[in-house]
């Protein structure tokens, strides 16, 4: 998995860049995860940093962490006070876009960054804890059309994010109309997992890369993947949605974009260097040890689709009625 290849690589990275900082030279590119660690963006900034870390045209990158507003306090940062960073990525996923489209960045549109590159896909899923009495999402679901108040759901944002659209979309194919669903706003996928393992939701309506990291461990049972079918891997045991008789498929994208002051020139050299990247074998090794698959966009591509995308889920948002907020 890639955490064992983190485990390897990172401490020997960290170690060099503790003797850069020491000696007054700061590391000179930056992944910014707009989430607490543990999550799938932070999972995202990894891989590039591990990807990217045999590209000679650009420098290694270093994590940081900025959450805060499901993504929107990073993305007002670099879209103000750190517009023309050269050397500054911020991690974003299909639920970012969501986000997005539904006004939840403010005034915020599409043309106000500059999008790199997108270089993998994850899909939904519905975990509960390992003991939880609900071993089927039909079980889950018939619970929560018995009474919707009963199953409290940790997800990542508010009404209209994607982790409650997921959910949305399931429990009305159930019956169960998803205004009145019960949900815990948490920050990240890292913080679902850990609200769930404490005991305070009962389930959680996430991402499967994020399942990947606490599947294997015997605390969490993973009811349901949104894909058009099973995922190989650790959850090669996991049923579809659709199996189960809903159809709902979620598929989100991965990548990273830049503050809108970058200089055409930087903004190419880094939209190369993810070309690159993605085109070596040995990155897609590293893509699905991570649980993500193959998707590629890159530059003007990857803006084409986010716009496309944008459009995509204002049209999934009507079905609930949801109003864009201003």
């Not at 990807?51 to 103000?80: D, I």
Request: charged share 20%.
């Amino acid at each position: 998995m890639l955490r064992t290849l983190l485990s390897l690589l990172l401490p020997a990275w960290l170690a060099l860049a503790s003797f850069a900082v020491a000696a007054g030279q700061p590391p000179d590119a930056e992944c910014l995860v707009p989430s607490k660690p543990g999550g799938a963006m932070d999972l995202t900034c990894k891989l590039a940093q591990l990807g990217l870390r045999n590209q000679p045209s650009v420098p290694q990158l270093k994590l940081s962490y900025m959450p805060g507003g499901v993504g929107a306090v990073a993305w007002h940062t670099l879209g103000s006070q750190r517009r023309s960073e050269p050397n500054t990525l911020v991690a974003f996923s299909g639920g970012s876009v969501l986000n997005l489209a539904r006004g939840k960045f403010g005034k915020a549109s599409v043309d106000d960054v500059r999008w790199v590159a997108a270089f993998g896909t994850d899909y939904g899923m519905v975990a509960v804890p390992a003991s939880s009495p609900y071993k089927t999402l039909g079980e889950l679901l018939q619970a929560l059309r018995r009474d919707p108040r009963r199953v409290l759901v940790g997800m990542s944002g508010t009404i209209g994010s994607q982790d409650w659209m997921k959910m949305a979309l399931l429990v009305s194919k159930a019956g169960v109309d998803p205004r009145k669903m019960r949900f815990v706003a948490l920050e990240g996928g890292g913080e679902q997992f850990v609200a769930m393992q404490a005991g305070h939701v009962q389930a959680i309506s996430g991402d499967a890369s994020e399942a990947l990291l606490y599947a294997g461990r015997g605390t969490v049972r993973v009811l349901a993947v949104l894909s058009e079918q099973r995922l190989p891997g650790l959850l090669a045991g996991v049923p579809t949605a659709r199996e189960q008789g809903y159809d709902v498929v979620w598929p989100l994208i991965r990548g990273v974009w830049m503050g809108p002051g970058v200089s055409d020139a930087d903004y190419r050299r880094w939209v190369s260097a993810f070309a690159s990247m993605e085109a070596d074998p040995e990155f897609a090794r590293m893509r699905a040890e991570a649980g993500l698959y193959p998707f590629s966009r890159t530059g003007d591509a990857l803006t084409r689709y986010v716009k496309q995308s944008i459009a995509d889920y204002n049209r999934q948002a009507a079905q609930f009625n949801l109003v864009r907020e201003r």
